[in-house]
């Protein structure tokens, strides 16, 4: 699976399949439709979509995050030691590299 943002392979946490998305490193999203969506709301149908963000993406946009554990994003994550580096630097190399962002 692929981060949604950066496009950055994720590996999964249960070794992978058709309907399970569990990422090591990122979180995962899924949406049944929503009311205001003018792509995805299927309303009588049982279908789902899922996306996957690495986690220095949500680090490096935590301003655009939502929700009582937003605060908690980037000290939780520093503390825990995944980030090598600061995750605008981990953007800046991979621009560097000439490796897709967006």
Request: charged share 25%.
């Amino acid at each position: 699976m692929e981060c949604f943002v950066c496009g950055k392979a994720l590996e999964s946490v249960d070794g992978g399949g058709t309907d399970t998305v569990y990422p090591y490193d990122g979180l995962a999203f899924d949406t049944h439709g929503h009311y205001g969506s003018g792509v995805f709301d299927p309303v009588t149908r049982p279908v789902v979509l899922k996306i996957v963000v690495c986690d220095p993406c949500v680090v490096q946009r935590r301003d655009r995050v939502y929700g009582s554990g937003a605060a908690e994003l980037q000290a939780e994550y520093w503390t825990a030691g995944k980030l090598e580096a600061r995750p605008e630097d981990i953007i800046r190399d991979m621009d560097a590299a000439g490796e897709k962002l967006f």
